[in-house]
């Protein structure tokens, strides 16, 4: 994932696009044995084609260049400035202007339009508001089992500072007031972990959770690691 070292942290009406199952086909072109990959279930078909490359770094390379050339095609064919380029991913890219043209042998497909992306205040990762209410996040690391703490940005008032300011306190306040254990287990394998006050991670059974205490739980985690890049952001928006 790459994106823009210079665009604006927060920014409106951004596009998505991506090929549909690329390797998938770029593996069917090229004549290789596609009968065990199965073609319609989108994480089964990645993990055995995740495999294949493991055991082949030639044909690793190739899948990689030629998706990345793909895309640069797209961009090329409709004269896409690099301004316009918010992030660049394996198959795919966000932009702020719309493709016109984005058919050939592999079409390149419009997935949806956000009315709010918010990159981190490192440009490591980023946030998205879609103009249905719809969060996600996309790149960010090491994520609790339940990240729905996130829906809280799409209650911000971008257009009031005032409104902006206090309503990231009530994120704040929410987060570190939650009931919602889940916000704060982390998956790591088969094993699940809670960090508490004091004590740092401790390792919990599946079903453990629910016998913590509330208060012994480091909820200000979630807030400092997850929450809070994607508001210095704002803070530097509203300025």
């Keep these: 994932m790459q994106i823009n070292r210079s665009c604006d942290l927060v920014l409106t009406d951004i596009f998505e696009y991506d090929i549909r199952s690329c390797h998938y086909n770029l593996l069917n072109n090229v004549g290789w044995d596609m009968s065990q990959i199965p073609q319609d279930d989108k ?45 660049r991913l394996r198959d795919g890219v966000f932009l702020k ?22 990159i981190s205040i490192d440009r490591k990762y980023f946030l998205l508001i ?14 609790p089992i339940d990240t729905s703490f996130f829906t809280l940005f799409r209650n911000l008032n971008f257009s009031n500072k ?16 939650s009931d919602n254990i ?24 599946k079903t453990g959770a629910k016998y913590l205490d509330d208060d012994e739980i480091d909820k200000n985690i979630i807030w400092e690691h997850y929450v809070w890049p994607f508001c210095q952001s704002i803070l530097l928006y509203c300025k």
């Design 43 to 87: 994480q089964a078909r990645n993990i055995a084609i995740g495999k294949i490359q493991i055991g082949n770094p030639r044909l690793a390379k190739y899948l990689l260049e030629q998706t990345l050339g793909i895309v640069q095609y797209y961009i090329d064919k409709n004269n896409v400035k690099e301004d316009d380029i918010i992030v």
């Design 97 to 118: 202007c719309k493709l016109k043209d984005t058919s050939s042998s592999q079409p390149i497909e419009f997935k949806d339009i956000y009315s709010k992306m918010i």
């Design 130 to 143: 879609g103009s249905d209410g719809n969060v996600k996040v996309k790149g960010v690391p090491n994520k």
């Design 162 to 177: 005032r409104s902006l300011t206090s309503g990231l306190e009530s994120m704040r306040q929410v987060i570190l007031k």
């Design 182 to 205: 889940d916000w704060f287990t982390f998956k790591k394998g088969d094993e699940y972990f809670v960090p508490l006050r004091g004590i740092g991670e401790i390792k919990i059974a």
